[in-house]
C-alpha cells in the first residue's frame, strides 16, 4: 500500500484527497493529512463563538465565484457540491461588487469550511491536526517528514499545500533538492496580507443594514463588511448573528507586525464609522492573514511544481496557477498516474 502525505487541509489538500480516492481504492492507496491549524479549512476557514457553537463566521473566502469559462468543465465538482447541499446560489443583496459577465456566486449554509470537509470526508484519509511540518529528508527512496515536535514518519509521495514561504522555510535535504531556477521562481511569488475580524452576537440581536455584504471602496481600513448569517441566507431567531471584516490590503501590510488587539481596536474604531448602527458583539476574533491572496503567481501558471520524481514531491494551489475554485484540481493529474 502506497502512503501519500498532503500538507496542508486547505481547499487543495482535501480537493487533492478525493480526486485521488475517486481514482484508488483504500487497499492501494492511504492518504494522510497533516495541517498545523486546529481544524480544517485554510484560508477557508469558519470561525466559531466561544459563547455560542451554532454561530459562526467566514473569516476567510467569503463566497464561490465559478467563471462562464470553467462551468461547462467542472459542472461535475458544482453539482457535486449542490446535490450535497454544502453550496446554494448567492440571493442576498450586495452592495459595491464587481461582478464578470456570465460568473455566478454561491454561499455555504454551513460555512465556507464546508466545502473542505466535505472532500475529507469523500477521501476516507487519515488526518491530523497540530502537525506543523519543519523538515523532509530523503531515506531509502521514501520521504521522511518531521513535524515541530520531534516526531516523524515515512511516505512514498508528498504533497505540498501551505503558502510558498512556509515551503522556503523548510528544512532537511528538501533545501537542496528544490534547485536554484525553482527556488528562485518560487521566491518570486507574492501575497497580499489582512486583518479580518469576526464579531459574534447573542441570538435574537437585531442588525439593521440594508444588505448583507458590502464592498467599501472610500476607508483607509475597511474594505469589506459581511452579514454572515444574511448572507448564507440563514437569518432566524435561533441563531445569533455574526459579522465579518475585512481590511484593505494597504491597512494589512502597515500593521502586520503589530499586537493584533491594537489593530483590532484601530478596525473597531473604522468600523463605527461606516456602521453607526452595529451594536455591540458578545464577543470578537481578530485575524491576521499573512498569505491572504496570491499577488503574483508562479510564472507561467503550471498548476503545480515537481520537485521530486522518485520518490514524488510536488507543490500546488493558488500559487502555481489562477486562484479559483475551479483550477486546483489541475494539481492531481501528474500525482494520480504516479500513484496509480
Keep these: 500500500m502506497a502512503r501519500v502525505l498532503i500538507v496542508g487541509a486547505g481547499l487543495t489538500g482535501s480537493l487533492c484527497a478525493a480526486l485521488l480516492r475517486r481514482e484508488l481504492p483504500q487497499r492501494l492507496l492511504r492518504i494522510v493529512l497533516w495541517d498545523k491549524a486546529r481544524g480544517a479549512g485554510g484560508r477557508m476557514a469558519t470561525s466559531r463563538s466561544t459563547q455560542d457553537p451554532k454561530c459562526t463566521a467566514d473569516l476567510g473566502a467569503q463566497y464561490v465565484t465559478r467563471m462562464p469559462e470553467y462551468a461547462k468543465k467542472h459542472q461535475g465538482f458544482y453539482e457535486d457540491l449542490l446535490t450535497h447541499g454544502v453550496l446554494r446560489p448567492l440571493t442576498a443583496p450586495i452592495e459595491g461588487m464587481q461582478m464578470k459577465e456570465g460568473a455566478e456566486n454561491f454561499v455555504t449554509p454551513e460555512g465556507i469550511s464546508s466545502i473542505v470537509k466535505h472532500y475529507l470526508k ?79 452576537y447573542e441570538a435574537g440581536t437585531q442588525i439593521d443594514v440594508p444588505w448583507a455584504v458590502r464592498y467599501i471602496s472610500d476607508n483607509p481600513c475597511i474594505r469589506f463588511i459581511s452579514i454572515d448569517n444574511k448572507k448564507r441566507n440563514i437569518e432566524s431567531p435561533d441563531v445569533a448573528p455574526s459579522v465579518v471584516v475585512h481590511t484593505t490590503v494597504p491597512f494589512g501590510t502597515s500593521h502586520l507586525e503589530s499586537d493584533k488587539e491594537k489593530v483590532q481596536q484601530l478596525i473597531l474604531e473604522q468600523l463605527k464609522d461606516v456602521v453607526p448602527s452595529l451594536p455591540e458583539p458578545a464577543s470578537i476574533k481578530c485575524h491576521r492573514w499573512r498569505y491572504s491572496q496570491v499577488t503574483k503567481a ?20 493558488d500559487p502555481s496557477g489562477p486562484g479559483t475554485f475551479s483550477q486546483f484540481w489541475f494539481l492531481m493529474v501528474d500525482v494520480i498516474d504516479l500513484a496509480a
Design 298 to 317: 508562479f510564472p507561467g501558471s503550471p498548476g503545480q511544481i515537481t520537485l521530486h520524481t522518485k520518490p514524488f514531491l510536488v507543490c500546488g494551489g
Design 122 to 200: 469523500e477521501s476516507g484519509a487519515d488526518v491530523f491536526y497540530n502537525h506543523h511540518v519543519t523538515q523532509i529528508c530523503l531515506r531509502d527512496e521514501k520521504w521522511e517528514v518531521c513535524v515541530s515536535t520531534g516526531s516523524s514518519d515515512q511516505f512514498d509521495i508528498v504533497i505540498l499545500t501551505m503558502p510558498v514561504p512556509q515551503i522556503l522555510q523548510l528544512q532537511g535535504d528538501i533545501v537542496n533538492i528544490i534547485n536554484k531556477s525553482q527556488r528562485q521562481q518560487l521566491e518570486s511569488v507574492s501575497y497580499s496580507s489582512r486583518y479580518a475580524l469576526g464579531l459574534f
